[in-house]
Nanobody
Framework: QVQLVESGGGLVQPGGSLRLSCAAS????????MGWHRQAPGKQRELVAQITRDGITNLADSMKGRFTISRDNAKNTVYLQMNSLKPEDTAVYYC???????????????WGQGTQVTVSS
């Protein structure tokens, strides 16, 4: 069994900052790409950011300059630092991880349960 557990969400005022964390645990052989997606009310789920095992990052255009993704491979954890938050950043943020559970086991994408981020005054 593999679990992804997010933390760090909450209510923040416009212009504020939050740092999300996501820790993967369970029968993990190797984690490859980790990332964050989000889904706002009434909207489709969208990619926020991804980071490879080697630290190569990819951020959605609307998050560039405000959000930073990082990871700690030793802790199987990915982070999302969010600065200059706007009301339109309000969404449920989901952690994802492409990982294998064994040497010969195919890579599979796992999702966390999501954490709510609300940007409001």
């Amino acid at each position: 069994q593999v679990q992804l557990v997010e933390s760090g969400g909450g209510l923040v005022q416009p212009g504020g900052s939050l740092r999300l964390s996501c820790a993967a645990s369970g029968s993990i052989f190797r984690i490859y790409t980790m990332g964050w997606h989000r889904q706002a009310p009434g909207k489709q789920r969208e990619l926020v950011a991804q980071i490879t095992r080697d630290g190569i990052t990819n951020l959605a255009d609307s998050m560039k300059g405000r959000f930073t993704i990082s990871r700690d491979n030793a802790k199987n954890t990915v982070y999302l630092q969010m600065n200059s938050l706007k009301p339109e950043d309000t969404a449920v943020y989901y952690c994802t991880a492409d990982l294998s559970t064994g040497w010969t086991t195919p890579t599979k994408e796992y999702w966390g349960q999501g954490t709510q981020v609300t940007v409001s005054s």
